[in-house]
């Protein structure tokens, strides 16, 4: 057990304020998007003044043998907190057949790591997990085709030219021809978002659904105004999580972040895909390949209760668990096997091993080695990620 400080990422869509007082950092107006742990290469969390990376490399059994015959010499997971001021860009993750193909074809075409036109980083999909610590608003996969429909009807957006095939087509194929026509729009074209936003200013207080939806097109266009990916995420479902619930997002899922402070977990990868809302490449040919455009709705996903405070999120992906402790005087121990990282997000533990104690204040974190039994008590909640123990 060791202590593991993580790295600051400083995107522009972040808030200055929500992770500086989390982790007890001063406050400027400088935007902090996200505070990683674990060993990407990018940005690898320090470890008794050694990158993290570097670290398992030189103590391999840190990670375990079993995690190493399934993943290789390297940490499986990253672990963050991610504080949304502003919307992030539409986006969906490959994959691992998808990835491993992607990287490889643009290896083949020698096209830089760092190319603007560059899709595939490396070569591990990236299925994520996002849990609230805040009431944390977003986008997530794609609604009905007739309601979409039907709700741009309701805000009196004569858009037919672009909705007509989510009715008179439906399902999967509606929304791909829907959403891929929207990313191609152009010059006199783009009138299309300026009626959407005029219908939505004119519905913005109406009540339910129709209203949410005008303003979350408003919510939108404050960030990237008049940009015709507002009417690409108004064909995806809105959701909101209350802290402590989460959401599992699989390869394929078109989502988006909007607003709010949570703990995120993925597999170890930087592919993203953009889909709009970014001046960032849209690659529309691997959107087609990667994105699953059937509908479905975006729901909490569920957890299991372990008992003593422990619950565990029932994320499916093969390369990462989470779960959260609510700490209290009974000690309980840090669930799952391998390297886990736990994180107190709020009050403060106390996490002990063979006899030696380590006191961790809200926003610190622990390094567990695989094997190791680690006890923690104290006042608050704390999280714990780890490799994952399910095939899928």
């Known amino acids: ?149 039907e709700l741009f009807a309701a805000i009196g957006a004569p858009v037919e030219s672009i909705t007509g095939p989510l009715v008179q087509r439906r399902g999967s194929a509606a929304l791909a021809e829907v959403f891929l026509d929207v990313l191609s729009l152009d010059g006199d074209r783009m009138s299309l978002v300026t009626e959407v936003l005029d219908g939505a200013r004119a519905h913005a207080d109406d009540e339910g659904e129709v209203g949410e939806f005008a303003r979350t097109a408003l919510e939108l266009d404050a960030f990237f105004p008049g940009d015709k990916g507002i009417v690409a995420a108004l064909l995806m479902n809105r959701f909101v999580l209350q802290a402590g619930e989460g959401m599992f997002l699989p390869a394929g899922i078109m989502h988006a972040y909007m607003r709010g402070l949570g703990v995120e977990v993925m597999a170890n990868s930087d592919n993203v895909l953009r889909g709009g809302l970014t001046s960032k490449h849209i690659d529309v040919e691997q959107l087609l390949t990667v994105v699953d455009f059937s509908p479905s709705p975006a729901t909490a996903m569920p957890t299991n209760d372990l008992g003593h405070g422990v619950r565990q999120y029932e994320a499916e992906a093969e390369e990462f668990a989470v779960w959260s402790i609510d700490l209290g005087a009974q000690p309980v121990d840090v669930p799952g096997s391998g390297a ?30 695989d094997g190791e039994t680690v006890q923690v008590t104290g006042q608050g909640r704390a999280f714990v990620a780890g490799p994952g123990s399910r095939s899928v």
């Not at 902090?32 to 570097?54: K, Q, R, T």
């Not at 996002?130 to 609604?143: K, S, W």
């Not at 886990?340 to 926003?363: H, Y």
Request: net charge negative; charged share 20%.
């Open 340 to 369: 886990r990282i736990l994180l107190v997000v709020e009050g403060g533990a106390e996490a002990t091993a063979n006899g030696d104690s380590m006191a961790l204040d809200q926003g610190q974190a622990a390094l567990v080695a």
């Open 1 to 149: 057990m060791r202590r593991i400080t993580g790295t600051v990422q400083h995107y522009a869509w972040g808030s200055p304020t929500a992770i500086p007082i989390l982790l007890g950092l001063p406050v400027t107006e400088q935007p902090v998007a996200e505070y990683w742990l674990g060993a990407h290469p990018s940005a690898p969390s320090i470890v008794d003044g050694v990158a993290l990376d570097s670290l398992l490399d030189d103590e391999p059994e840190v990670l375990g043998e079993g995690s190493i015959s399934r993943y290789g010499a390297r940490l499986p997971y990253l672990m963050k907190l991610l504080a949304a001021a502003q919307p992030l860009s539409l986006q969906a993750h490959p994959s691992r057949a998808q990835a491993e193909e992607g990287f490889a074809r643009e290896e083949a075409d020698n096209i830089p790591i760092t190319a603007f036109a560059r899709t595939y980083k490396d070569d591990w999909p990236k299925p994520e997990t996002i849990i609230a610590l805040t009431e944390f608003h977003g986008l997530c996969g794609f609604r009905d085709p007739a309601r979409t429909a």
